[in-house]
Each structure stands twice: as C-alpha cells, then as structure tokens.
C-alpha cells in the first residue's frame, strides 16, 4: 500500500503544469545618463528623460542615493531644498524659478511630478557646480566624467570587485532597455551598440549590469562568472542581454566596455 501511495504521488507531481512568470510587455526606454564608466538604466520610480523642452530630467531621490546630495522634500509646497558639491538650491514643482545659493535663478523647464516622485532639470546643476561633462547631442546622452559624485552604494560596492578596470570605456554604447514585469520578477533587456570603427571580438566584451532591489545587490562577480562570454559585435551592430531580477527594483547601473 505504502509503495502504491508513493507511485501516485509521483505520478500526480509529473502531470502537474509548469509555470513560469507571466510578464507585461514595456516600452523601450532611451538610456540618456551616464556617470563614469556606469551607464544609469533604471532609477526608480522612473528612469531620467528628455521633457518637451529637451531638457534632462532626472528623480530627485536618485541625486540623493547616487551622487550624494543632502536632500528634503516638502509634499504640501511641493518644493525640494538640495545641498550639494558646496551649494544650495531649491525647486517648486510648476516652476521655471530656482533659487541658487539664495539668488534667484530662471530655467527654461520646469520640475514635475511623475509617479509620484519629483523630476528635476539636470541642467541647473551643470550651470552651477564645477561638475566635468560631456553632451552627446546625436545620442541625447548625457556623461559627466567627473568621477567625484559616484558616491552611491552602488558604485562603491561595484568597484570593490572590478576586475575588469584595465578594460577600455568608450566604445559600447547602451543605447536603451526594455523591462517586463511579473508579480515577484523583473526581466531587463539591454540593448548595446558597437560605436567604435572596428569588430569587438567573442570574449572581449564587458557588459555588467548591477541591481539594486530591497536590500539586495545582484551582479555577476567577475570571480565565479555564471555568464558566457559574449558574441562578437560588428562595428554598427546592436547586441542584447538579459538578465531577470527582484519585481522591486530601485536602481539598474551597467559598465560596457571591451579589452
């Protein structure tokens, strides 16, 4: 009787269905940030963008998590206070006046209420700080080289057990990202372009994306790699990865570089 119990339980374990996460579909989003060698992906509750005015918005929480500044945030005026690389501004939602130091400063945008968090012009900050940069117009992206304000967990934590330092920055753009949500994960698809002038060889590529979700870091440690080398990207040709995560992801960060 006892083996017969356990013959059917088995049988029933076989014929019960497989399930894997049922995911929504997402638009592409343009990748448009980039501090030192990360390009910044996913910044919850949404990644930075280009508004109506061109201009570069970015979370106000992510300037606070990332880059450092001391922030606070007035819900019923709906206006943030920053201190930041040795100066104080603030912002009101709606409104094209900033205010610099204490002297009143115009912008040509305004910052907005998305998702339930504040959007700020990336802009302001360039105007006013000594912050080093470089704005690629074709690509809308911005790259501040300034390595000072990578001062983020998830930087730190990133360059703790980079093995690939040596690697060249430069020549793998990530152009944009796709996520698709299921009830307890995330699946992220990155799209990388070859900008340089010559064939990134099978191996020699360096794509690592780094999630931040909860309390949980996840990146593949260049110790005990469970990826396989990537493929060979042509010169012009747009390559993919794919990685899945936690469903409450906060911030995604990635190097692309090549030997």
Same mark, same amino acid.
């Given at each position: 009787m006892k083996k017969a119990f356990i013959a059917t339980l088995v049988a029933v374990? /076989? *014929?019960l269905p497989s399930f894997s996460p049922s995911y929504a579909a997402s638009q592409t989003v343009p990748v448009h940030l980039k501090a030192g060698k990360f390009f910044i992906l996913y910044t919850a509750p949404g990644a930075p963008f280009v508004d109506k005015n061109n201009r570069l918005l970015i979370p106000l929480r992510s300037i606070s998590d *990332? /880059?450092?500044? &001391?922030v606070s945030y007035s819900n019923l005026e709906k206006a943030a206070? *920053?201190?930041w690389l040795g100066h104080s501004f603030q912002f009101k939602i709606g409104s094209k006046i900033a205010w610099v130091d204490g002297t009143e400063s115009s912008m040509d945008t305004t910052p907005i209420l998305k998702q339930g968090a504040m959007f700020l012009p990336i802009r302001l900050f360039l105007d006013h700080? =000594? +912050?080093k940069y470089i704005y690629d117009q074709n690509n809308q992206l911005l790259h501040i080289? =300034?390595?000072k304000i990578l001062t983020g967990y998830e930087f730190t934590f990133f360059n703790d057990s980079d093995s690939n &330092? =040596? /690697?060249q920055d430069g020549n793998i753009m990530l152009t944009s990202y796709t +996520?698709?949500?299921a009830k307890q994960s995330s699946k992220?698809?990155?799209f990388a372009k070859n900008i340089s002038k010559r064939v990134i060889k099978a191996g020699s590529a360096d794509i690592n994306p780094l999630a931040h979700f909860s309390d949980t870091i996840s990146v593949d440690p260049y110790s005990r790699s469970s990826r396989p080398p990537l493929k060979e990207i042509k010169s012009g040709e747009t390559s993919t990865i794919t990685r899945t995560y936690g469903a409450d992801l906060k911030y995604v960060i990635s190097v692309a570089r090549n030997k």
């Amino acid at each position: 009787m006892k083996k017969a119990f356990i013959a059917t339980l088995v049988a029933v374990v /076989f *014929l019960l269905p497989s399930f894997s996460p049922s995911y929504a579909a997402s638009q592409t989003v343009p990748v448009h940030l980039k501090a030192g060698k990360f390009f910044i992906l996913y910044t919850a509750p949404g990644a930075p963008f280009v508004d109506k005015n061109n201009r570069l918005l970015i979370p106000l929480r992510s300037i606070s998590d *990332l /880059f450092g500044a &001391k922030v606070s945030y007035s819900n019923l005026e709906k206006a943030a206070s *920053l201190e930041w690389l040795g100066h104080s501004f603030q912002f009101k939602i709606g409104s094209k006046i900033a205010w610099v130091d204490g002297t009143e400063s115009s912008m040509d945008t305004t910052p907005i209420l998305k998702q339930g968090a504040m959007f700020l012009p990336i802009r302001l900050f360039l105007d006013h700080t =000594d +912050i080093k940069y470089i704005y690629d117009q074709n690509n809308q992206l911005l790259h501040i080289t =300034d390595e000072k304000i990578l001062t983020g967990y998830e930087f730190t934590f990133f360059n703790d057990s980079d093995s690939n &330092k =040596d /690697f060249q920055d430069g020549n793998i753009m990530l152009t944009s990202y796709t +996520i698709e949500r299921a009830k307890q994960s995330s699946k992220i698809t990155i799209f990388a372009k070859n900008i340089s002038k010559r064939v990134i060889k099978a191996g020699s590529a360096d794509i690592n994306p780094l999630a931040h979700f909860s309390d949980t870091i996840s990146v593949d440690p260049y110790s005990r790699s469970s990826r396989p080398p990537l493929k060979e990207i042509k010169s012009g040709e747009t390559s993919t990865i794919t990685r899945t995560y936690g469903a409450d992801l906060k911030y995604v960060i990635s190097v692309a570089r090549n030997k």
